[in-house]
Each structure stands twice: as structure tokens, then as C-alpha cells.
């Protein structure tokens, strides 16, 4: 059975720019087993024999600074080029103009759900674009980066400002369980403190793949506020007047949908834009959830000291998409850019391999995916299997699980 333990070694801080430097030692190391798993060679499912990859701890303090990292990356990957930007912007609607207009054309049940998975990937590489926007990655104009954020995520239904906001808290903060936002891990009191329906709908597949609609209305457990709402505490009063903006173009959005199924009907709408929409949900938290949870091996988050945005950063995992790393954008190069989101998706590729020399075994190289990433799978299920919550005390903490959660019978709240 794992234990708690706790052993000294450098905790880090993080100084206003990101780097981080040692100070006193002593720390608390809570949720990990006393011996970790040996890793598992993911092609083969054999035990690994690298023991220096077995001894490993990916909580210890890293020995380089971020400015080492950001020194690696050649000058021209933080280049922006807004012209290059649009043309992504241009061939992705051009193909979801062409979806549409083919399957209206053929409109027969054997082509509806090609054109449904083929056009929910597309919903979601038009959020890849417009989350650039909200990063800035996709051009040094800000005015440019609004408008045609606000074009890509109102389409979709997503707040543009109201989810910009938020990912940038989640930026700033990643891997912080305290203050993080994307995906944060809950404490163990306020886990058992959630009645058996939420646990089941946060915990059990395919139902947390769907979950992103309900994370825009009213955020996360243990959390208050909506992306909708201006006076929601995700927000600063400066932000305000851009919620509100966000939100009637959400509004109008939402409105010209209804119009529409009232001039074409219903069901031709929701096979049109409804189907493809909820395969856009599923990829967005199947994605998400993956680039911070999932790893073979268990990985740390952090509290109060412990925490650096360095530290946080490191937490995040890449994954390899297949055929659809183009199609969606390099999103899979995650640590890069979580570390350097203002990096565009274009330069992440070679930014990643750049760095990977200075991030060393703190970069976990993701396993080569097949023309569909089918193996990805098997780590989504596991992870939310077994990824519940995290001690209530300490600072550097480990995904927990609970026992009983994958009972037949029910578990009231106080169990």
C-alpha cells in the first residue's frame, strides 16, 4: 500500500520572471508510493531495465533556469507571422465549408457520420487558431488577434474572452493545486465531500469527455463562477467590458443557430453543426485532460513554495496525435508551450527539439502514435481510473484514488 513520506531536498521559488533558484531546504512529499512503479516500455509492455530512468524523481528541483531554456530556442521561432496565421485560418474553414457542402450533396446515412467525426476534428482545430489568438501567438496585433479569435470561438460556441482569461490563469499557474484551473486536482475533502453523481460524472467514461459545456456555465468542483458572468471572480473588473463582449457574441451565435433551425429544420442543424459540435467537446477534454494527466509515471503537483512556474510547467506531458498533429496545430507539443505560449504553433516542432537537450529526463518523450492515436486511449481510462485527488496537506502532492469509487453500490459523501 503507498504511504505518505516526506524527505528533504531544495525546494525552488519563482522569481517575477519565471526563473527559479534554490532556497532553504525541506519539503513534503504527499500521495506517492514508498517504491514507484518501474516504468513499462510502451511498445512492448515490457519492464524497463533503465534504472537511471527507475530512480528518476520527476518532483526533484531541475538544475536549469527557464531563461536556460528560452537561450536554446532559435530567434526565429518566436518570430509571428500574421500572414501565415490567416492562412491557416483560411484553409480550415475552406475545408469546413467543403465538409458541409459535401455532405448536404451525398446526404445519405453511410457518409452523415464520416462528415460528423471529420468536421468535429475541424470545430476543433478552429479552436486551436482562436486559443492562439488569445495567447498572442498568433500576431503581435492585438486588434487582429480579438477580431478573428472572436470570429473562430464564437462559431463554436466558446466565450472568446471569458475562456482566454481563464486559460491564461491556467497558464500562470500550472500544476498549482491551489490555484490552477484546467483540469486541477481536487483535495481529498472537498473529493469526498461531492455526492455520488458528480463523482460518477467527473470519474467514469465516457461522461468527463463531455464535460467542457458544463466547465464553461459553472467552472469546476470546489470552484465558483462562470465564463459568461463579468462579475464572476475568474475575473478582474478590467476585465469586464471584454466578458461582455465575448458573451454577446456567444449570444448572437446561439441565436443565428436557432434561426437556422428554424429555417432548415432541426434535425438537418444538429446533423450539420449539433453532432460535430459534441465531437469537438470530446476531442477538447480528451486533449486537454491528457496534456496534465495520464503519464506512465505518476507526476507531482505543487502547493505554496514548492510551486515555481518553471516546476508547474514541467508537469505537462506532449503527446503524439498521428495524422492529426497537423490537422489540429501541434497542439500535442504541450510543454514548449506552456512554458512559451507566445511561441507560434508552427514553431513549437522545432522549438521542442531545441530544448529538449536542457530539459533532459524532464521531458518525457511522448510514444509514436499510429495513423489514429489509438494508445491514448488505454492512458485516458486509466488515468481517470485511478487519478481522484490529492492529499489536503503538503506541498508537493500525488494523485491519489479511491477504492470504493469503482464499486457497484453507491458511497455517500461521508464515506
Not at 121 to 145: E, K, R
Not at 311 to 318: A, C, E, S
Not at 329 to 358: M, N, S
Not at 371 to 383: A, F, G, K, Q, Y
Request: charged share 20%; with cysteine.
Amino acid at each position: 500500500m503507498c504511504q505518505d513520506l516526506g524527505h528533504s531536498l531544495s525546494p525552488l521559488s519563482a522569481d517575477k520572471k519565471g526563473q527559479v533558484e534554490n532556497t532553504k531546504p525541506g519539503r513534503a512529499l504527499v500521495g506517492e508510493c514508498e517504491e514507484t512503479e518501474r516504468p513499462v516500455n510502451s511498445s512492448s509492455g515490457i519492464i524497463s531495465k533503465d534504472m537511471d530512468e527507475v530512480d528518476f524523481d520527476p518532483s526533484a528541483s531541475p538544475p536549469f533556469k527557464i531563461a536556460d531554456i528560452r537561450a536554446a530556442i532559435p530567434e526565429h521561432c518566436w518570430v509571428k507571422n500574421p500572414w501565415r496565421s490567416l492562412s491557416y485560418v483560411a484553409r480550415d474553414l475552406l475545408v469546413v465549408v467543403g465538409f458541409i457542402a459535401l455532405a448536404l450533396h451525398f446526404d445519405n446515412w453511410m457518409v452523415w457520420p464520416v462528415y460528423w467525426a471529420a468536421q468535429g476534428t475541424m470545430f476543433w482545430a478552429i479552436f486551436v487558431l482562436g486559443h492562439d489568438c488569445g495567447h498572442g501567438s498568433f500576431s503581435n496585433n492585438p486588434t487582429l488577434n480579438g477580431f478573428v479569435g472572436h470570429i473562430l470561438h464564437s462559431s463554436i460556441l466558446v466565450p472568446y474572452h471569458g475562456w482566454r482569461i481563464s486559460h491564461r490563469t491556467h497558464h500562470q499557474n500550472h500544476g498549482n493545486v491551489e490555484k490552477d484551473e484546467s483540469w486541477v486536482p481536487l483535495p481529498e475533502k472537498t473529493y469526498k465531500n461531492l455526492d455520488y453523481s458528480t463523482k460518477f460524472m467527473r470519474y467514469k467514461i465516457p461522461f468527463p469527455m463531455f464535460a467542457y459545456p458544463l466547465y464553461l456555465w459553472s467552472r469546476s468542483p470546489g470552484k465558483t463562477g462562470s465564463h459568461f458572468d463579468p462579475y464572476s471572480d475568474l475575473f478582474q473588473p478590467s476585465d469586464r467590458k471584454y466578458v461582455v463582449t465575448s458573451t454577446v457574441c456567444w449570444t448572437l451565435m446561439l441565436v443565428s443557430l436557432f434561426c437556422l433551425s428554424a429555417v432548415f429544420g432541426v434535425m438537418q442543424m444538429l446533423k450539420i453543426y449539433g453532432i460535430p459540435y459534441l465531437v469537438f467537446v470530446m476531442w477538447l477534454d480528451f486533449v486537454t485532460y491528457l496534456h496534465h494527466h495520464g503519464y506512465e509515471q505518476k507526476l507531482p503537483w505543487y502547493r505554496g513554495q514548492e510551486w515555481s512556474y518553471l516546476r508547474g510547467g514541467l508537469t505537462t506531458v506532449d503527446r503524439d496525435y498521428g495524422l492529426f498533429n497537423n490537422i489540429h496545430h501541434d497542439i500535442g507539443t504541450h510543454v514548449i508551450h506552456h512554458l512559451f505560449p507566445q511561441i507560434p504553433h508552427y514553431h513549437l516542432v522545432e522549438a521542442t527539439r531545441a530544448a529538449k537537450p536542457v530539459l533532459g529526463k524532464y521531458y518525457r518523450e511522448p510514444r509514436k502514435s499510429g495513423p489514429i492515436p489509438l494508445h491514448l486511449i488505454e492512458n485516458l481510462v486509466r488515468s481517470i481510473s485511478q487519478d481522484h485527488y490529492v492529499s489536503d496537506t503538503g506541498d508537493i502532492v500525488f494523485y491519489q484514488t479511491d477504492p470504493n469509487l469503482n464499486g457497484s453500490h453507491h458511497k455517500s459523501k461521508d464515506q
